[in-house]
């Protein structure tokens, strides 16, 4: 069946650094894909998504562009801030025979930004 | 938009005891999910509806949980009895299924369960 494989975390960055959280992807079809951000407390928001191959989803400086010939979906951002210290979610929507809407997440990555 | 709305946020019980949890989806939306968390087994799907009618119930753990929804503007999750391992943050999500794909989920800020 459909799945999600995210980069293990607990991954840990200095403000301002670099950061890339990988997303591979298993699917039948053509799902559209998208990334999820749960702040300490919080449900998940939605962060970006990508509905077909070459898209590239952005939000807040946060970008991932959909790789089809790779299947993944890597979430990057050129310098991350303490703010976005967070668990991320990357997901696949269930484009099966039913067509219910339901998402198929990965396990969450946590993003620890230090100042 | 008030966005999806779940009561109470925080629900502390004994074990053995029924609980009901509660969710509002946002107006309009007619696909409503709910999610079970915890640390050691992460984000869970436990069931979801379409137009108000469950499409798959395989998530629930077992026959203590139900869930329902009566209209477009409710749904609930209930567990009796209650039991230690139900402690979780549980998320309601809705979205609006346009026909042909899936389109966002939107989360509720979710219900802290403690079964003492």
């Known amino acids: 069946g459909d799945s999600v494989t995210q980069m293990e975390g607990p991954v840990t960055l200095s403000e301002e650094a670099c950061l890339t959280i990988?997303?591979?992807?298993?699917?039948?079809?053509?799902?559209?894909l998208f990334w999820y951000v749960q702040y300490p407390g919080e449900g998940l928001q939605l962060l970006l998504k990508a509905t077909k191959a070459d898209d590239k989803g952005s939000n807040k400086g946060f970008e991932a562009t959909y790789r089809k010939e790779t299947t993944s979906f890597h979430l990057e951002k050129g310098s991350v801030q303490v703010s976005d210290s967070a668990v991320y979610f990357c997901?696949?929507?269930?484009?099966?025979?039913?067509?219910?809407?339901?998402?198929?997440f990965g396990q969450g990555t946590t993003l620890q930004v230090k100042p | 938009d008030a966005g999806v709305i779940q009561s109470p946020r925080h629900e502390v019980t004994e074990m053995g005891q029924e609980v009901t949890l509660r969710c509002k989806p946002i107006s309009g939306h007619n696909s409503l999910f709910w999610y079970r968390q915890t640390m050691m087994r992460g984000l869970e799907l436990l069931i979801y509806?379409?137009?108000?009618?469950?499409?798959?119930d395989s998530g629930m753990p077992e026959d203590r949980f139900s869930a329902k929804m009566p209209n477009a503007s409710f749904s609930t999750l209930k567990i009796q009895p209650s039991e230690p391992r139900d402690s979780a943050v549980y998320f309601c999500?809705?979205?609006?299924?346009?026909?042909?794909?899936?389109?966002?989920?939107?989360f509720g800020p979710g219900t802290r369960l403690t079964v003492l």
């Open positions: 509806f379409n137009n108000n009618v469950p499409i798959d």
């Open positions: 990988n997303c591979t992807y298993t699917a039948t079809g053509y799902p559209s």
């Open positions: 997901a696949l929507s269930d484009r099966g025979s039913s067509n219910t809407g339901k998402l198929i």
């Open positions: 999500a809705s979205s609006y299924l346009i026909g042909g794909g899936t389109d966002t989920q939107y």
